[in-house]
């Protein structure tokens, strides 16, 4: 097996294991480690959590590898006119990133327009963006704009809807805009009225739990918040000895992981993150409530959970550690991956209800949208400062096509972004438990319809996500400061995040 | 002894080429002068540009505010909190360091068989980026299966429920280690080189008037290093002061802020876009290592 054909992230730690369980030899032990020195950097960026917890198997299946020749006619009449050009695009290691590096050599082939994609730690693409638009350089002709920076990027990409009306010359025949999902254009792509991009991977917290252990303590899946703590509480009590806990967290303090956990527990307690008057609400009496349920699943967690994102808590039940967790949607198809030991015991479940209902829009500010089904999704977005726009424009059109983002969720098992790619065929027949499954993008694509909920849109966003919020929230859960008293921290908070918000004159 | 009498190579020189056989300094300068401006006197006249304006996260304009980053710094306690974060992390670092690199120093100061290749082991953890230092020492310690978790479990030192990564009050010692097994070879070799330069007769006399080698250590090695010591500590305290990569591999300044370094914390800043604070940061660590390294070099006489 190539190492490249493994999986990268977890290769050194389940070899370590091997190895620590006497499984493997010392000898066998040095030489795939030094094996997996190889590719050190691609590993290093995943165990810091800076990739999104990817867990599918990669695999070069000719048989999904047959572009229409209605694609194939296109991008060599109309793309091969930038013949000689090249397109940047810089993005962390999504799923559909990853594909689309694996098969860029598709486009290139058919349109002489080469694609240099550079896949960087999460925080170095916001700060090479950052400086990008700073400084209207064009650098980097194709932006990966996670969605807490879309609206802090609003004014620097080109809408795509609005340039296929410009060019029709260049539009891709059938590409279709109604085909995206409603929700995830309103979610993601939506600033102000104008498309800031096109909706490109879809991460959104689903519940899943270990069947088996649920059987044999006799609990029912979860349906609401508080049969999930429930259920927590009783596999910690009687699975603890066993190194086996109730739920497992991805709450490292000041990575972005921790802020999507606590922005989940917050909305699905009836809270906010920002009220209607545009002030901080994550300290008012339902953030609260929710922030304490919070530090009651942290006692029912591994303890290296204050220590891992999203990555380390995907370890927890890839490694069967952990038994109901409330979490990305993106971990099922590792889960059910061949060097799982939990293959096929994980079952999807639609997110867990809140108990007091969740805050209306209305009553929510910046565009925020409290509900159960946490989204963590991206767009891709043409840069208005591109020296090569229109080869850009090829470009994103091709990898956001029907085709290819089909291709990437076959490729992935990831959830897609088009309904079209929910019915097709070939994805219906992975629902399977094996390598890549499919088996839980129903559930994916109920949770996008019915619960899906956004964090706000507003250009301080970025900063607040990963620097104020998890900052503050790490040294209350890590007992560095506060005492444990979650509304002291969350007052903290409050009064950080109004002063920046009205500082910058947004109140 | 006959003098040696350099000949100006004028004569072969294209005229164009003449300033090869200048006696000026400037054609020898420029190269150097050059580089220094590009990068390094640019980038700081640059940053300090920077720190003097305000950013606008919305407009994302700069506007020249030449004290809002400044004040805002000083009325930052996360910044006064990384200072003592950094010096406390300097402080143990360069003593721990020091103590071990010049313990080990002693030890492999010999011309018996086997040494130079234990000296030149030394050098190994050297050229290993920090980065992929980081890396080990995260997997080592691990909560769940890392080997050196393990074995501080296995005697009692650490409890699983505490892994010392994720716990504020260990992290920055979990962290210290990397440094500590990076780093302590180059006080070795800094040392050695020190103790192998040491005049021979000192010691024959003080072994002939019978002093013991621990008064022979304390009255003649030790005074006789104190140039050698002083200038190590002061090269390493500056690379201490300027901690970036294990903290960012192993805790990114967490739990919380326990591990927050001024470098770490300006990262932050940086990758969050704030660009002007972030140089404010940068200027207020240069200013601080300045600051520091002058008064170490008065107080204990060191002369670079």
Not at chain 1, 364 to 384: M, R, T
Not at chain 2, 34 to 46: K, R
Not at chain 2, 159 to 184: F, K
Not at chain 2, 282 to 287: A, F, K, M
Request: a neutral charge.
């Amino acid at each position: 097996m190539s190492f490249k054909e493994h999986d990268k992230k977890t290769f050194i730690i389940d070899t370590a294991r091997d190895f620590a369980a006497r499984r493997i030899s010392k000898r066998d032990f040095l030489r795939k480690t030094g094996m997996a020195g190889i590719g050190f950097s691609a590993f290093a960026s995943g165990l810091l959590g800076s990739t999104r917890p990817f867990r599918g198997n990669l695999g070069g299946n000719a048989a999904y590898a047959q572009t229409p020749e209605e694609m194939t006619k296109w991008l060599k009449d109309v793309g091969g006119q930038f013949k000689g050009s090249k397109v940047r695009y810089t993005s962390e290691a999504t799923p559909p990133t990853v594909v689309l590096n694996q098969i860029k050599g598709e486009f290139t082939e058919a349109t002489g327009i080469e694609v240099e994609i550079e896949i960087v730690p999460l925080e170095q693409v916001l700060a090479k963006a950052t400086q990008d638009v700073q400084g209207q350089l064009g650098t980097y002709d194709v932006y990966y704009l996670d969605q807490s920076w879309v609206a802090t990027f609003s004014q620097d990409t080109v809408d795509p809807v609005q340039y296929t009306k410009d060019k029709p010359d260049l539009a891709m025949p059938g590409f279709d805009f109604d085909d995206f999902s409603k929700p995830l254009v309103e979610g993601l792509a939506l600033y102000d009225g104008k498309w800031v991009g096109i909706p490109f991977d879809i991460p959104i917290f689903i519940t899943m739990y270990r069947k088996d252990i649920l059987e044999k303590h006799g609990i029912k899946p979860p349906t609401n918040f508080d049969e999930f703590t429930a259920g927590v509480k009783a596999i910690t009590e009687a699975e603890k000895a066993n190194g086996i806990f109730g739920t497992g967290l991805q709450a490292k303090s000041g990575h972005y992981s921790l802020e999507c956990d606590w922005t989940a527990a917050v909305w699905g307690h009836g809270g906010s993150i920002f009220g209607k008057d545009k002030k901080f609400a994550g300290n008012d009496e339902q953030a609260i409530k929710g922030l304490q349920w919070y530090q009651e699943m942290l006692k029912n967690a591994p303890p290296q959970s204050t220590a891992s994102t999203w990555d380390g808590q995907f370890q927890m039940m890839h490694a069967g550690q952990v038994a109901l967790v409330n979490s990305w949607d993106e971990f099922f198809p590792g889960l059910d991956a061949d060097d799982s030991k939990v293959k096929g015991l994980w079952e999807p479940l639609r997110p867990i209800s809140s108990m007091t209902g969740v805050r209306a829009v209305a009553d929510a500010g910046f565009g925020e949208i409290p509900n159960v089904g946490h989204q963590g999704g991206s767009i891709l977005g043409l840069s208005k400062y591109s020296k090569n726009v229109d080869a850009a424009w090829i470009f994103m059109q091709w990898a956001c096509s029907k085709e290819i983002m089909t291709r990437c969720t076959l490729l992935g098992g990831f959830a897609p972004m088009r309904l079209s790619s929910f019915e097709d065929p070939r994805v219906k027949a992975k629902a399977v438990v094996g390598p890549g499954t499919t088996r839980h993008l129903e559930t994916v694509k109920w949770t996008i319809d019915n619960v899906m909920a956004s964090e706000p849109d507003m250009p301080l966003w970025a900063g607040f996500s990963n620097n104020e919020i998890p900052v503050e929230l790490g040294k209350l859960l890590t007992n560095q400061d506060y005492g444990g008293d979650a509304k002291k921290c969350m007052d903290n908070v409050a009064s950080l995040i109004n002063k920046a918000v009205e500082d910058a004159g947004l109140l | 002894m006959s003098e040696a009498v350099l000949e100006r190579p004028s004569a072969g020189f294209l005229p164009k080429w003449r300033w090869l056989s200048s006696e000026h300094p400037l054609p020898w300068l420029l190269p150097a002068s050059a580089l220094m401006i590009v990068f390094g006197i640019y980038p700081l006249l640059y940053a300090l540009w920077l720190s003097l304006h305000k950013r606008n996260p919305v407009t994302r304009l700069n506007v020249f505010d030449p004290d809002y980053n400044w004040m805002k710094a000083f009325g930052d306690q996360r910044v006064w909190d990384a200072i003592a974060t950094t010096f406390l992390y300097t402080g143990i670092a360069l003593v721990i360091q020091l103590v071990l690199g010049l313990l080990i120093a002693l030890l492999l100061d010999s011309d018996r068989k086997g040494y130079g290749v234990l000296r030149a082991l030394m050098t190994l953890p050297l050229v290993v980026p920090p980065a992929v230092t980081g890396m080990m020492f995260l997997l080592m310690l691990d909560g769940s299966f890392g080997v050196l978790s393990r074995s501080l479990y296995a005697i009692g030192l650490l409890s699983p429920q505490y892994p010392i990564l994720a716990n504020s009050s260990t992290a920055l010692a979990g962290v210290l280690l990397a440094d500590i097994w990076q780093w302590t070879p180059f006080m070795v070799l800094i040392m050695l080189a020190g103790l192998r330069s040491l005049p021979k007769e000192p010691f024959e006399a003080a072994a002939i008037d019978g002093a013991s080698s621990i008064q022979a250590f304390f009255k003649l090695t030790l005074p006789m290093m104190s140039k050698v010591i002083g200038i190590a500590v002061l090269i390493r305290g500056i690379d201490l002061f300027r901690v970036f990569d294990y903290v960012k591999v192993m805790t990114d300044s967490g739990p919380g802020t326990a591990t927050e370094t001024l470098t770490s914390y300006s990262g932050r800043i940086y990758f969050n876009g704030d660009f002007p604070y972030a140089s404010t940061l940068s200027l207020i660590t240069l200013i601080l290592v300045i600051v520091a390294s002058t008064l170490f070099m008065k107080i204990f006489r060191v002369k670079l």
